[in-house]
């Protein structure tokens, strides 16, 4: 997930709101035309972890259309996020990247116009981590400089997806969820000592966007 940063205290009710009002004022067109839908989404992903930083970026959205009934769920949920030290102080340790590719089940009910769609999806999760330049630069000279590895996870995501259509092939679609994801780090220090953690970057994911169905 990458785009624009966007001011935290006023995308989220922002988003909110825009779901709400957009789909008061749908009819009882049908849903939309298709299978698959392209277009674009706003994506708030808060970690429940302090020491990790929430993320908002805008960015594309490729989705497979919702039908009533069973169906197939996939997501990809990636993103990254500045690790803090843990004391508080000094700048950000660490930027940790979470690339999570996930498949799984989802079931629609309501009317074709107004889906609400309940899915579970999971996956490996493939993560980087990389040091911070200022975190480097603040340390003590003549020492060696530290090093950090994050393993492949695990990850777990169920959730809530909404769509509401407003043409034959145009939808407005949110969605809210929780990310399980817990991958392991290694952290070796300027004085040669490894320290291993598994690091909870579990996350509350909220999006909003616009799609357009192409076949």
């Not at 769920?73 to 996020?81: C, K, T, V």
């Not at 996956?123 to 630069?137: A, V």
């Amino acid at each position: 997930m990458g785009g624009s940063v966007i001011s935290r205290g006023v995308m989220v009710p922002l988003a909110i709101a825009s779901v709400a009002w957009l789909g008061s004022v749908v009819g009882a067109s049908a849903q939309t035309e298709g299978r698959i839908s392209v277009g674009g989404s706003v994506t708030v992903v808060s970690p429940t972890d302090d020491q990790v930083d929430r993320a908002i970026g805008v960015g594309p959205l490729v989705r497979l259309n919702p039908k009533r009934g069973w169906g197939p769920a996939g997501a990809l949920n990636w993103f990254r996020a500045d690790l803090g030290n843990p004391d508080g102080s000094g700048p950000a340790v660490a930027r940790l990247r979470i690339r999570p590719l996930m498949g799984g089940i989802a079931y629609a009910v309501g009317p074709d116009h107004a889906l609400t769609s309940f899915s579970i999806v999971a996956g490996p999760s493939f993560n980087s981590i990389e040091l911070r330049d200022e975190f480097l630069d603040s340390l003590p000279i003549g020492l060696q400089n530290p090093t950090a590895d994050v393993n492949t996870s695990f990850a777990v995501r169920p959730g809530i997806g909404l769509t509401f259509t407003v043409a034959p092939r145009v939808a407005v679609v949110g969605f809210g969820g929780y990310l399980i994801n817990r991958p392991k780090v290694t952290f070796r220090d300027q004085f040669g000592l490894e320290h291993r953690d598994r690091w909870k970057v579990d996350a509350f994911v909220l999006s909003v966007g616009l799609v357009y169905s192409l076949f």
